[in-house]
């Protein structure tokens, strides 16, 4: 049955794109120092690196495909093999059904009862198995089913894209047709057209010299030609498979041809996830000689999916990357993981390498969860050699924890760590098994404290070195108060309990002396009161001004210098005004410092509108004893009086953001540490960053000596072009620790980026630099299509 609706709807027209001209493009800003022959020198480099990419893959199959992300559904796409069954897009349209009514709208519709044939003008639109068809007329036989269209056609999908014509003819339910003059908006602002197209099924599109690209037309010039397009004899697009497919195809930049492809094959932006050959890279590295890495995206169903990532090089020999990825219900599993062979040229060990990086987490129920870490590799040289990270340790955990509220926490571990140096003495390395913690926080009593209860246990074993297992607990109480002038008063205490069993504590990294191996114990009690008045002055506009100091007295007995106490979790010490408060300044429990002291510290700030504000803490620490705990020298506690420590965070408007950490000596108020960093917006398109780091010498860093290190960055915006440059120098050696520059131009379809850096840590093993220390990179980046990489040095 065929319904007839004589309506007079407003005319409709597509939306006019909005870009700027590929001049405008190219060109730098005025008063930047661009000029017509600079954007020209631009264009003609951009060219001769892509026909240099690109001239060795005449028969490419791309995808845009990245891996399962950790936490959010896939949203990529990559192109389905032939012969593979398709995924079908998230939330895509049902087909329509088979018997649809025709439903018209038309300024005019005439209807011949003899020859069944309705023919309608002005404004026309017709309604079927939710599809849309416009046109300026239409003719519709009801006994064959075919529906011409002609003047101003288009057609609207039910999954809203829009197919746009010169005139189409369309029969079964409008999923077959010929239309002439196509031209097509796509997902991921996707635009195709073609001389001529035939349609099949509603779903297949036989396309004639067509034309494929994602960028805005010009504004002032719409028939310019965009900055990138792909061209075909041929191209079928296969909305069942999500993919268009080009044949006798060339890829032009401005018009101008830079690459021909006898095949080309690429998403249609409506897929969630398919298998396929992603995006190449290659280039010439020191190491691998010339390279090319093919990647291949395996969508093995919807909870897992692989990688593989074979690498070709002239030097050495061929290494193969995986990449797997896993859903469960209840939990997730990642491996990144990679195997080849290194031939013992330019320092590097020889035979088979290769590295494992996986990670799980699974939920047991709603208070218990489990996990692993599992991180292995033959050494730090293959990882830097291929890329896969510049790591000096790697952890391996496995795990159990639970949560109950903010109240409860619970955790079971064990610890595994690998040295990838070749000085490192793998039997120093410690095996941790188990390691346990938990705590538990009271509700609040009668009179309005807390208490607090954990446990911190574990057994750690080395080869050569201390042997320690240590069963440990602490209790804790807080009842704060506010007095009638506005001080808050908190009462604070705490005990730690901790039994010891060790062997070998007369060696790394104790270093004791007595009998190596025995039995210890340490107990603690700290109490302490805590003072601070702030004083709140309103200056409207202005903001508000706080000045607020603050004393703490702390006491409890002498602690000596635990000297038969097994240190693992104290060694790393740092004073800061982070733990200028803390009842007990070391980082863990093998340690605990004794006496009684006095800490004192004066904070002031002045909040502005607009979150603008200056913040300033300055404050130290005096012992009433000589001892109080075995600080070591340039610890800033080894004296009575220790160093001054300040805290400085200045964010006088949005362009000035300066964060900062110091501490002086507390007696001739020498420099001893230094921690800032800051930086300078001057507009949105321009960033300053510099950073300052001095420490002390640590008697646990080998070797023992004072860092002192300066980094410098600059970042700057000129219209599509990004520019970046950044370096760091070791003030104390003399030497530069990295330096890069960047260049990158991004629009609404294209991406091109330029990288060098340089890395100057040397290999303690051989006093040279480490391999893959020098990079080059030029990635091209064409959307929805694929990005080209190509990297050297």
Known sequence: MVR???????????????????????????????????????????????????????????????????????????????????TPAPGAAARPPQNAPVTFTADEVQYDQNAALVVARGGVEAFQGGRILRADELTYNRNTG????????????????????E????????????????????????????????R?????????????????????????????????????????????????????????PVIWLPYFQHPDGSAARQSGFLSPSFGITKF??????????????????????????????PNLGVDYRRRFNSGEVEVLSSIGRLDGRDGTEEGFAGHIFAKGRFSLDETWRAGFDVN???????????????????????????????????RFDARAYQGLRRTDDISRIPLVLPNIYADWESPEDSLGGRFTVDTASFAVFRGTGTSTRRAASRIGYALPRVDDLGGIWTLRAQSDLAAYDFEDINLSPNYAKGDPNGQSAAANIRAALDWRMPFLRDSGDWGSQVVEPRIQLVTGPMTGNQHRIPNEDSIVFDFT???????????????????????????????????????????????????????????????RASDWVSRLSFRPSSWLDLTGRARRDGESFAARAYDVSATLRPSSDTSFTLGYLQAPPMPYLNPVAQREEIALGVSQRLGFWRFSAFGRQDIQLNRPVAAGVSAMYEDECFIFETRFIKRYAEDPATNNLYPASTMLLFRFGFKTIGDFGLRAL
């Open 167 to 198: 005139s189409a003819v369309l029969s079964n339910q409008m999923r077959d047709g010929v239309l002439e003059g196509l031209r097509g908006y796509l997902l991921q602002n996707g635009r195709i057209a073609a001389a001529g197209a035939r």
């Open 4 to 86: 007839f609706m004589l309506t007079f709807p407003a005319p409709e027209s597509p939306r006019a794109p909005q870009a700027a001209c590929l001049v405008d493009r190219f060109t730098l800003p005025p008063g930047t120092g661009g000029s017509d022959r600079t954007s020209r020198m631009l264009q003609i480099a951009m060219r001769l690196l892509l026909m240099v990419m690109l001239a060795a893959t005449p028969t490419i199959t791309l995808a845009q495909a990245p891996l399962l992300p950790p936490i959010a559904p896939p949203t990529s796409v990559a192109p389905t093999l032939p012969g593979q069954p398709p």
């Open 577 to 639: 005004d982070a733990n200028l408060f803390s009842l007990n300044r070391f980082t863990g429990r093998d340690r605990q410092e004794g006496g009684t002291r006095a800490d004192m510290a004066l904070r002031g700030a002045w909040f502005l509108p607009e979150d603008r504000q200056l913040e300033a803490l300055v404050g130290r620490s005096f012992r009433v004893q000589e001892d109080g705990g075995p600080f070591y020298p340039y610890s800033g506690l080894e004296n």
């Open 146 to 165: 075919v529906a011409t269209a002609r003047g101003n056609v288009q057609l609207i999908e039910a999954d809203g894209q829009v197919m746009f014509a």
């Open 200 to 256: 099949t099924d509603g779903s297949i599109f036989d396309l004639s010299r067509a034309v494929y690209t994602v960028c805005d037309p010009c504004k002032d010039d719409p028939l310019a030609p965009p900055l990138w397009q792909l061209r075909a004899r041929t191209a079928t697009l296969d909305r069942t498979e999500q993919q268009v497919r080009y044949r006798g195809a060339a890829l032009d930049m401005a018009g101008v």
């Open 288 to 317: 691998l000689g010339g390279f090319i890495e093919t990647p291949y995206y395996w969508a093995i169903d919807e909870s897992q999916e692989m990688v593989l990532r074979p690498t070709t090089s002239t030097r050495v020999a």
């Open 376 to 410: 292995r590799a033959s050494s730090e040289q293959y990882l830097r050699i291929y890329r896969y990270g510049a790591r000096r340790v790697l952890p391996t955990t496995l795990f159990t924890e639970g949560f109950w509220g903010p109240e409860g926490f619970a």
